[in-house]
């Protein structure tokens, strides 16, 4: 069988490289009218969790410019994050450990203040995290710990009235306490006492349906981190699908309860079948920024004309640029913070297209040259083996 030249499987290659996925992306969501796509958001809460990680982290100059960057991308309401500790499940102290991640108190009080001189709005939202390093979602209240808890979120809830903070989370992913419907009704009432402005609880996707305090809150508070299909390389079709699946049932339980719904959290990370379990911050995998964009798309598509959809609150933005991960959830410097200034500011895609194009014409022209390069070298090798016989 004849061989095949080297030049021919080139071909192949730059073929394959103008068909690249990430420009048929681009292609299909500038076939959207790009001046609707950013009024169908006109009246969603545009906001993003800015996360820091060191106790120090707010003082840094690293915190204003990415703040800057932030705003940058249309963002409006800007999730303020930090941690609080306490030792194991059933432990009933808790307190700032600055040996893991938690942040100054004064910082956070001041950047309150910085966060307002952008014109941004603020949604104040204290964690709690076990120093074991278990999911938050493992305690298990008391009594003793429900007066903590109270006492730690009412102290912060004070500060967030004192400083016009515009919104308040009392709690997220606290599971294994939701049962508990009495004492967190009597923790929202004391945080409704000093902090006269909305609250929400922050509930994970698979939880939501099993609090009976919603009534008691003024959003449906949802950490949307659902599964959207079991590829690993889906399309935004299959993304889609994957988000119509959920919507009649968070539309009904809106209904249900007379709120509308924030997603207190939803993420993607930049990696391949990240869409199959977007939660999971440890999965292995490469790199895919590609499927990171269309969960994004495939996210302000599904929302954008649903009424009942207050908030979304993406995760994460880092405070310190340094914290980034190649394959982590901030879409910073990727192809997903295209779509969010897209989505968020109305900025056009064109140039996304136009830089995909270049990548793809730059590459080919590359391998075009690397082709003709060894066709050379091997007409040369043949030319010098037929002069030495």
Known sequence: MQKRKPFSYV??????????????????????NENNSFQLLSSIQKGFSFTPWEENSLKKIEANNSLLELKETGTEWVVLCFWYFQDERTSTVIEPDYNLYSVNISDVISYID??????????LKPMLDLRTGEWRAYIEPSEEWFKAYTEFITFWAEIAQSKGVEFFVVGCELDGTISDTNNWIKTINAVREVYK?????AANYDIYEQIDFWDYLDYI???????????????LEQLKVGWDGYIPQLHSFSLQHNRSIIFTEIGYRSLNGANKDPWNWERKGIKDEREQYLCYEATFETIANLSWIAGLYWWNWEVNPEDESATGYSPHN????KILKHWYKGEPLKDLLKRNVYVWMITGSVLIMAAFFVVFLKYRRKLSLSKKT
């Open 334 to 337: 990727k192809l997903a913070e």
């Open 114 to 123: 910085i966060i307002h001189e952008q014109n941004m709005k603020v949604v």
């Open 221 to 235: 508070g949802i950490n949307a981190y659902f599964p959207l299909s079991d590829t690993t390389n889906p399309t």
């Open 197 to 201: 402005g909305p609250i929400t609880y």
């Open 11 to 32: 071909l192949i290659i730059i073929l394959l490289s103008y068909s690249n996925p990430t420009c048929q992306i681009s292609k299909k969501v500038l076939s959207l």
